[in-house]
C-alpha cells in the first residue's frame, strides 16, 4: 500500500500540472472521446502508435481531480510501451479498481488509486479517460 | 409557522439517519410515515385493481382513487377534477403535452418558445414536437443574473407565429420563481398556449392553476412527499377534450370494434391506458393531504427562509461563489472557489451531507452563469438552520486536499 501523503501528492500533481493535457490537431493521431452521463466529466484522449507502440498520448476536457489525475497517470504508464503492454496494464488497472488482487508495480502511480473503489460513486470519475485510452488501443490493435 | 422538530419526527428516512444533512430534496424529498403507510396498507389490506372488481375492497380502493383527483384539483385550484391526468411523473406530462399538442396544434413555422437554462424535461419533448411540426424551437433570453425578463420574453412575439410557451414555474437549478402570472398574460395576449413545468414548485409555492391562467400543469409526485412513479398533468378541460391520449389501451376506452374504430372514455380517463400506479395515487393524496395541513403558505415562506439564511452565511466567506442571490424555493447553488464542484460534494459526502452537483440537467446553462458545473443545495420543510450552520462550518474548512483525502 502506498502512503497516504505520497498518494494526495501524486493525486494534486497530476491536477495541478498534468503533463499530458493538451489538444492535439495532428492528423496521425486518433482520438476517442468519452463522457459522463451522470457528472460533467468530458474527457478527449488523442492518441498516436506506430508498429504496435504508443509514441504518444495526451488528453483535454474538464474533468475532477480523479478524473484528470487518473487519465495523465495512464498516459505516462503506456506512452512508449507495446499496445498488449499497454492492455495488460489497463487491465491491472481495472482490477485494482474493482477490488481484486492486482499487480501493484505495473501500476507505478496509478497506485494512488488503490482505495477508490471504496466510493462507488466515484470509480466511474477514475474510468472514464481510462477507457478512452483503451478504445484507441483497442482501435490501433485492429 | 410549523415546528420543524416535530415534522422531523414523521419522516423515517431522518430517524433513520439522524446525522446524515440531506439537501438533496429538488431531486426527490423524503416521505412522511402517513405516505409510507397509505402505500403499504394498499398492499397489505386493500390489494386490488380499480373499476375492475366486482367486489367491496375493489370498490373502495377505486373511490378513493377517483376522490383523489379532487384533492388535487383542490390544491392547485383546478376548475374541476377532470382536469387532472395522472401520469407517471412530471416528464411523462410534459411528453404527453409536447406530443399530443404538436399532433393537434403546432404547424410547420410555428414557434414554440422556451428556455435554455432550463432542465432537459422542458426542451427535448419540444424538440420532438418541433421535429414532427416542422415547428421552430426559439429562446427565452436570459440575463446573467438568472431571473427571468419579462420585457426580453414579450420581445419574443414581435414578427414571430408563437403557438406556445414552455417554461418552468421555478427554475430547477437557480431556485428562482418566474412571474407565471405575468408570462402566462403576455402569451395569452399573443394567441399562444402555456405549459408550466411545476415540478420544482408545486412542492415549494402555493399553486392555484386559475389564478395564474395557464393551460397546463406538470408535476411529480416524488419531488412533494408522494411515492415515486406517479405524476399529474393538470390541462384546461376543453384543450384536454381535444387532444388524443399518447397510450391506447385496457381502461381508457369504452368500447372498439372490429372496423378499428374505437370509442375513448372521457377526459382525463382517456389519458390514462393502463393499470395505474394505484398505491402511488393514494400515497399522493396522502402527501397532498400533509402539506396542506402544514398552508403552502408556510412551506413557500420556510423554503424562502431556508435559502435566504444559507446564502447570507455563505456570502460571510471568501472561498465560495454563490450563483443564486435572493433565491426563494429551497435552492442554493454556488462553488468552493477553485474547488470541482464533484471533488467538493466527494468531500461533503464524506462527513455525511447530501447535495447534488453537475449541470442539473441543464445541459446548456453555462452559457448563462458562466460555469458547467455547480453544487446544489436544495431543502424542504424538514431541513433546519441547524443543519444549514453545520454545513456552512464544512464548507468553511474545504480544501482541495481534504477533498483528495476523502478518496485516499
Known amino acids: 500500500m502506498m502512503d497516504k501523503e505520497i498518494k494526495r501528492e501524486i493525486m494534486l500533481d497530476h491536477y495541478n500540472h498534468p503533463n499530458n493535457k493538451q489538444t492535439v490537431n495532428d492528423e496521425r493521431y486518433k482520438s476517442v472521446h468519452n463522457a459522463s452521463d451522470s457528472?460533467?466529466?468530458?474527457?478527449?484522449?488523442f492518441m498516436l502508435a506506430e508498429d504496435g507502440k504508443i509514441k504518444d498520448v495526451k488528453f483535454d476536457g474538464i474533468g475532477c481531480t480523479i478524473c484528470t489525475a487518473s487519465t495523465d497517470i495512464m498516459c505516462d504508464l503506456v506512452t512508449g510501451k507495446d499496445l498488449s503492454e499497454a492492455k495488460a496494464i489497463i487491465n491491472e488497472y481495472y482490477k485494482m479498481v474493482d477490488e481484486k488482487p492486482f499487480d501493484e508495480d505495473a501500476l507505478e502511480e496509478a497506485n494512488a488509486f488503490d482505495t477508490l473503489y471504496q466510493q462507488a460513486n466515484r470509480i466511474k470519475c477514475g474510468t472514464i479517460g481510462i477507457r478512452a485510452i483503451e478504445d484507441l488501443i483497442n482501435e490501433y490493435d485492429k | 409557522m410549523f415546528d420543524v422538530e416535530k415534522i422531523r419526527k414523521d419522516f423515517p428516512m431522518i430517524m433513520n439517519h439522524p446525522d446524515l444533512i440531506y439537501f438533496d430534496s429538488a431531486a426527490t424529498s423524503f416521505k412522511p410515515r402517513s405516505v409510507i403507510d397509505t402505500v403499504i396498507d394498499y398492499y397489505e389490506h386493500n390489494n386490488c385493481n380499480i373499476h375492475r372488481g366486482d367486489y367491496d375492497i375493489s370498490f373502495a380502493v377505486s373511490k378513493r382513487y377517483d376522490d383523489t383527483r379532487k384533492t388535487i384539483a383542490r390544491f392547485i385550484n383546478a376548475k374541476r377534477p377532470e382536469e387532472i391526468v395522472y401520469t407517471y411523473g412530471a416528464t411523462s406530462s410534459l411528453n404527453i403535452v409536447a406530443?399530443?399538442?404538436a399532433k393537434k396544434f403546432l404547424n410547420k413555422g410555428?414557434?414554440?418558445?422556451?428556455?435554455?437554462?432550463?432542465?432537459?424535461?422542458?426542451?427535448?419533448?419540444?424538440?420532438?414536437?418541433?421535429?414532427?411540426?416542422?415547428?421552430?424551437i426559439k429562446y427565452v433570453p436570459f440575463p446573467k443574473s438568472g431571473r427571468f425578463d419579462l420585457e426580453a420574453y414579450e420581445k419574443c412575439f414581435e414578427n414571430e407565429n408563437v403557438k406556445i410557451v414552455a417554461l418552468p414555474h421555478v427554475s430547477n437549478v437557480l431556485g428562482f420563481i418566474y412571474p407565471m402570472k405575468q408570462i402566462a398574460a403576455i402569451a395569452h395576449k399573443h394567441g399562444a398556449y402555456i405549459a408550466v413545468d411545476g415540478a420544482q414548485a408545486v412542492p415549494h409555492i402555493k399553486m392555484d392553476v386559475q389564478d395564474l391562467d395557464i393551460d397546463f400543469l406538470s408535476f411529480s409526485s416524488h419531488k412533494m412527499l408522494g411515492p415515486a412513479g406517479i405524476g399529474v398533468l393538470y390541462g384546461?378541460?376543453?384543450?384536454?377534450e381535444q387532444m388524443d391520449p399518447v397510450f391506447y389501451g385496457g381502461g381508457s376506452n369504452a368500447r372498439f370494434y372490429p372496423d378499428?374504430?374505437?370509442?375513448?372514455?372521457?377526459?382525463?380517463?382517456?389519458?390514462?391506458?393502463?393499470?395505474?400506479?394505484?398505491?402511488?395515487?393514494?400515497g399522493l393524496g396522502k402527501a397532498i393531504e400533509y402539506l396542506e395541513e402544514l398552508g403552502m403558505d408556510n412551506v413557500e415562506e420556510?423554503?424562502?427562509?431556508?435559502?435566504?439564511y444559507f446564502i447570507s452565511k455563505l456570502e460571510k466567506l471568501d472561498n465560495v461563489t454563490v450563483y443564486n442571490h435572493g433565491a426563494e424555493a429551497g435552492i442554493v447553488t454556488f462553488n468552493v472557489n477553485g474547488i470541482f464542484a464533484q471533488d467538493a460534494a466527494g468531500y461533503f459526502n464524506k462527513q455525511g451531507i447530501a447535495v447534488r452537483t453537475g449541470n442539473h440537467c441543464a445541459k446548456m446553462l453555462d452559457q448563462i452563469i458562466g460555469v458547467n458545473e455547480t453544487i446544489r443545495a436544495s431543502m424542504y420543510i424538514y431541513n433546519t438552520k441547524d443543519e444549514i450552520d453545520r454545513f456552512v462550518d464544512v464548507i468553511k474548512e474545504t480544501t482541495l486536499e481534504k477533498c483528495v483525502d476523502s478518496i485516499l
Open chain 1, 39 to 45: 457528472c460533467i466529466d468530458d474527457i478527449t484522449v
Open chain 2, 99 to 101: 406530443i399530443n399538442f
Open chain 2, 110 to 136: 410555428d414557434v414554440i418558445l422556451t428556455s435554455e437554462v432550463e432542465h432537459a424535461s422542458d426542451v427535448l419533448p419540444w424538440f420532438k414536437a418541433a421535429e414532427q411540426s416542422g415547428a421552430i
Open chain 2, 236 to 240: 384546461r378541460y376543453e384543450l384536454l
Open chain 2, 260 to 282: 378499428c374504430s374505437i370509442i375513448l372514455k372521457n377526459t382525463p380517463e382517456k389519458f390514462e391506458a393502463g393499470t395505474p400506479d394505484i398505491e402511488g395515487v393514494l
Open chain 2, 302 to 308: 420556510y423554503g424562502k427562509q431556508l435559502a435566504g
